[in-house]
């Protein structure tokens, strides 16, 4: 598991956009492992990490993100279950959609100059 004091820190160090951009691409990465099969204990400790990147996100929470962090937590607790690979994998990738379209950066003015 990796440092999570060093991770806070350079979360924190983001804007709050870049941050939700980081916390959506980590949520896209539990759903590619998932699909992968990655081994369950870095599957986990994914699962912890995102489950982190939500409680730090602080006054830029929302309902919808403490709600999405409930579901992530939920999921670790329960991790591995082999039925439900599909169903995570998806869950975890339409997270990270609704990550990202709270987080501004699609509408960004450096995102619509590369159209």
Known sequence: ????VRLRDRYLRDMPAVRMGNLASNLLRLGQWVGM???DEAVVDLMREIAWMME???EGATVELAEMQREICRWRRAWPVESARSILA????QMSSRVLE???????PATREHD
């Open 90 to 93: 998806l869950r975890a990738q």
């Open 102 to 108: 709270f987080s501004g950066l699609l509408g960004s």
């Open 56 to 58: 730090w996100s602080g």
């Open 37 to 39: 099969r990655r081994s």
């Open 1 to 4: 598991m990796r440092d999570m």
